[in-house]
C-alpha cells in the first residue's frame, strides 16, 4: 500500500481560518501574515501571497515544494455549511512551473472532524510549467455537511498559482445559498459544551443504576417510535437522564421519563419461519420487573410492540442488508474527562452491537458482562489518548478484524509512532520476524528475529499492547501487531536482534513511511504448466486476458495471501465452474424488529460452461487474507479440482459498517453474517486450509516461498 498523501489530506486537523459572510475567494483581501486573509494552510510546503503573477485582480496564492520533495502542500477556506441542494461545484485558475507530481483543486465535506468526501484530480496528473487553466470539480452534496474545505494543492515539486476559485450549490453562488432550517435535534444545544455529569467514585447503586439505563437508553432509541422519527435529541436525553441515577426511585423516575415521549401506535409482531432465522432479539430483560420495577417493565413491554418502519439513527443499506448507522454525531470537541460523553460513547457502541452486530454469540466473553465492566472503566478519570485506548479495547471485545479505530487519528498516530524502521515483520514460529527489506542502508537481514525493543521484551511488550489490538482471532491480531511492532517518535529504534543463533544489539534508522507499493506482478508463468494469479496488484479488465493465457496450463496458483484491488469473483468463476454454484449465505438484521437476524441467499457463481477449466486449482492463503478475500476464496473453495493450502484466514467476511463515537472516533463492524451455504460460521473461524502449511524462520533466510513452493508440488503431483 502507498502513503498516500491525498489520505494524509483526507483526515488532515481543521484549521482556524476565520469564516466570512463573503469568502476570499480571489484572494485579494489582504492580511498581515504573509498569506491571504481567511486562508489556511496544510502540509510542509512554501505558501505566499504573489502580487506578480495572477489570473486577475492583483494577487493570487502560490504553492512552493522548496526543499521537499516527497510531501504536499495545500490551501483551503472553510465554510460553515447548513445548506440544502443535489450538486457543489469549484472552479478556479491554476498556473503550474517545473511540477513533477501533480496540481489540483480540490473539495472536501466534513461534519465536525470527520470527512464524509474528499476529491481531487490529482490523478490527472497536471503537471510541467502551463499557464492559467481553468479547472472544475462536481460532487454530490451530502446534506449531513456542517463544514465544507475548498482550495488547491500540490504535490511533488514544482510551484503552484491558484486564483480565482468560485464554489456554487446547484448553481447558485455559495454566498447567497439559502440556509436549511434547522432540525429539533440541531436545534437543542443545551450540552454543546458538556453533558454537566460527572462521577468518578460511583456507588455500587449507581453502576447499577447505570447499566440499567444503558440498556434501557439504546433499547429505546431502535423502538420507540418518537425517537426513531429523529425529533429528539435522544444523546442530549440521556445527559438529562444521568442525574436520576441518585433517585431511590430510579426506576420510576426513568419510567416517567420515557412515558412522557408519548403514545405510540402498537401491532402484533410476527416473527419469520423458523428455518429462516439465525437469531432471535435478546430482548427477555424487558421482562425483568425485580430489576426493572413494574411500571418500567411494562412500558418497555409496550415500546417492543410499536410499529416502525425507519429509525433516524439506523438504516440498512440496500440490496446488502447490513446496517448504516447514520446521524450518529461525532461530538469531536467533546471534554476527554466528561462522565456522560464516555458513557454515550458506551452505551452507544454497546447498543448497536447488541441489535445489529450478527456475531455477537461467537465472542468469548459474553456480550451482556461488557456493559458493566467497562461502566467504572470509563467513569475513571483520563485524558483524550487513555480515554481513545479504552475505546480500543472496549472495540476489541467484538473480536471482529474490521473493528478497531479507523482513519486518521493524531493522538493515536503520534502515541504508535510517527516513524518505524523500514521493514516488514510476520509473527513466525511464535516470533516476529523480518520479511520484508526496505531500509536504505540494510541492516536488519530477512529471517532476522525481533528479540526486544528499547530493552524491553517481545513477550512484555505483546502482554502491555496487546489490547490495543483488536482481531477475530490470535493470528489476526499477531499480524496487526507487526505492522506497529518497529514504530517509534524517535530517529533511531534499539532493537535485540537473533540471527542465525547470534544476538545483536542494533540501533535502526526510522523513516515517515509505514506502507509500500506491492511489486508483485498481478500473474506469471510459474513452470511451463503452471500459471499463477496475484490479484492484489490486478487491474480492471485484465482477468480476462490472464484466464485466457491459462486455459491450457496444467495448473493455476491463486495467491489470497493479498486483498483483491478489484472484486474479480464472478468474471473469474466464469472460467472456473461447468455450472452456477451456490457457496455462501448471509443473515441480516431488522429495523422492524431489533436484534432478529434472518437468513438469505447469496448471489451463484459461475454459469453453465461446457469449456471451463479442468485443470488443478490451488489457493494460498493466510491471516492477511481479510474480507473480500476471504469471500472469493469461499467461493474457489466450490470449485472442481481446488485445494486450498496455508493457515487461517482473518476471520471478518462480510460488508463494514461504520460508527462513530464521541470524540471523533470512527470504527466499523462486520455488518452481516456470512457463511456456507449449510450455515457453517466463517466469522472468527476464517477459511480453513485444506492442507496446512506456513512460512518458517529457515525458509524466510534462505528465500523461499514455502507455501508457493507446496502449491506447485501438489500441481506436478499427478
Known sequence: MKNSILTMLAFACIGNAQNLTKYNFDFEKSSSETIPQDVGVWGDYQVATDTQVFYSGQQSVRIHSGNQANSFGAIYLKIPARFSGKTIRVEGWIKTENVTGSASLFVRMNRDKITLKYHDESYLKYQGTNDWKSFTIRQEYIPETNAIYVGGILSGTGTVWIDQLKVTIDGTPIDQVTLREQTPIEKDIEFDAGSQFQLENPTPQQLKNLEILGKVWGFVKYHHPKVASGTVHWDYELFRMLPLINATDFTSRLAQKIDALGSFKMIRKKLPKADSVKSLPQNEWIRDTALLGEALSSLLVQINQAEIHKNH???????????????????????????????????????????????????????????????????????????????????????????????????????????????????????????????????????????????????????????????????????????????????????????????????????????????????????????????????????????????????????????????????????????????????????????????????????????????????????????????????????????????????????????????????????????????????????????ECKPTIQGIREGRDELLEKAIEIILKS
Open 313 to 691: 439513527y439506523v438504516s440498512m443499506y440496500p440490496t446488502v442488508g447490513n446496517p448504516n448507522f447514520e446521524n450518529e454525531l461525532e461530538y469531536s470537541l467533546m471534554p476527554w474527562n466528561d462522565s456522560g460523553y464516555k458513557l454515550l460513547a458506551l452505551f452507544r457502541f454497546w447498543n448497536a452491537v447488541h441489535y445489529f452486530f450478527p456475531n455477537t454469540h461467537l465472542t468469548d466473553q459474553k456480550w451482556d458482562t461488557v456493559l458493566p465492566e467497562f461502566i467504572p472503566q470509563l467513569l475513571q478519570p483520563t485524558d483524550e489518548l487513555k480515554y481513545k485506548l479504552l475505546l480500543k479495547t472496549l472495540i476489541g471485545k467484538i473480536q471482529d478484524s474490521h473493528a478497531d479505530v479507523w482513519g486518521y487519528d493524531e493522538t493515536l498516530f503520534k502515541y504508535k509512532g510517527d516513524k518505524s524502521v523500514q521493514v516488514e515483520l510476520d509473527y513466525v514460529e511464535g516470533k516476529f520476524v523480518v520479511v520484508a527489506d526496505h531500509q536504505k542502508t540494510p541492516l536488519l537481514h530477512k529471517g532476522d528475529v525481533i528479540v526486544a525493543i528499547n530493552g524491553e521484551s517481545i513477550n512484555d511488550w505483546v502482554q502491555r499492547r496487546k489490547t490495543e489490538f483488536p482481531a477475530s482471532n490470535v493470528p489476526t491480531q499477531f499480524r496487526n501487531m507487526a505492522r506497529d511492532l518497529l514504530r517509534t517518535n524517535e530517529v533511531e529504534l534499539p532493537l535485540t536482534v537473533e540471527r542465525k543463533g547470534t544476538y545483536l544489539e542494533l540501533k535502526a534508522p526510522t523513516e515517515a513511511t509505514f506502507y509500500y507499493d506491492d511489486t508483485t506482478p498481478s500473474s506469471k508463468i510459474l513452470d511451463p504448466q503452471i500459471g499463477y494469479l496475484y490479484p492484489g496488484t490486478l487491474k480492471q479488465g485484465e482477468i480476462e486476458k490472464i484466464m485466457e493465457n491459462f486455459k491450457d496450463k496444467k495448473g493455476i496458483v491463486i495467491d489470497f495471501r493479498c486483498y483483491p484491488s478489484e472484486f474479480i469473483l464472478f468474471k473469474l468463476g466464469n472460467y472456473l465452474y461447468p455450472k452456477k454454484v451456490d457457496f455462501a449465505k448471509f443473515s441480516e438484521g431488522s429495523i422492524e424488529q431489533p436484534g432478529l437476524f434472518v437468513y438469505r441467499k447469496g448471489t451463484p457463481v459461475g454459469k453453465s460452461n461446457a469449456k471451463a477449466y479442468t485443470g488443478k486449482i490451488v489457493v494460498l492463503l493466510n491471516e492477511e487474507t481479510q474480507s473480500s478475500a476471504e469471500y472469493h476464496c469461499m467461493a474457489l473453495r466450490a470449485a472442481p479440482n481446488v485445494t486450498i493450502i496455508g493457515s487461517t484466514t482473518a476471520g471478518a467476511d462480510g460488508n463494514v459498517s461504520k460508527l462513530y463515537l464521541p470524540g471523533g472516533v470512527m470504527t466499523m463492524i462486520s455488518g452481516i453474517g456470512v457463511y456456507y451455504p449449510d450455515g457453517t460460521e466463517t466469522q472468527r473461524v476464517g477459511i480453513v486450509p485444506d492442507v
